[in-house]
């Protein structure tokens, strides 16, 4: 099992920009697939982005342009960073691991995080 914390959520004013950090209680994520998940109240959970652990990468189209995930941080870490957010994006932030390829199905994922909101203010 591995624990998942999220930090770096936050309200910020649409259009503006916010990094969200997925840190591992285990030493490193290789080996594992880290996707994040977002969920609005009332909405479903989604997939927002993942990222393997050779570095493959997987987007929702709804933020294709603007989020970017990426684990250059160090071996325990996964960011992502959330460019030109709009209030649509306002949700709860969840990052999850698994040991396969990227999944958008998020009852594929292992172990996830507490969560982090994200707020975009109009």
């Known amino acids: 099992q591995v624990q998942l914390v999220e930090s770096g959520g936050g309200l910020v004013q649409a259009g503006g920009s916010l990094r969200l950090t997925c840190a591992a209680s285990?030493?490193?994520?290789?080996?594992?697939?880290v996707g994040w998940f977002r969920q609005a109240p009332g909405k479903e959970r989604e997939f927002v982005a993942g990222?393997?652990?050779?570095?493959?990468?997987l987007y929702a189209d709804s933020v294709n342009d603007r989020f970017t995930i990426s684990r250059a941080r160090a071996e325990n870490m996964v960011d992502l960073q959330m460019n030109r957010l709009k209030p649509g994006d306002t949700a709860a932030y969840y990052c999850?691991?698994?040991?396969?390829?990227?999944?958008?199905?998020?009852?594929?994922?292992?172990?996830w995080g507490q969560g982090t909101q994200v707020t975009v203010s109009s």
């Open positions: 285990r030493r490193t994520f290789s080996g594992y697939t």
């Open positions: 990222i393997t652990w050779n570095g493959g990468t």
């Open positions: 999850a691991v698994r040991s396969g390829p990227n999944s958008v199905d998020w009852t594929r994922y292992d172990d």
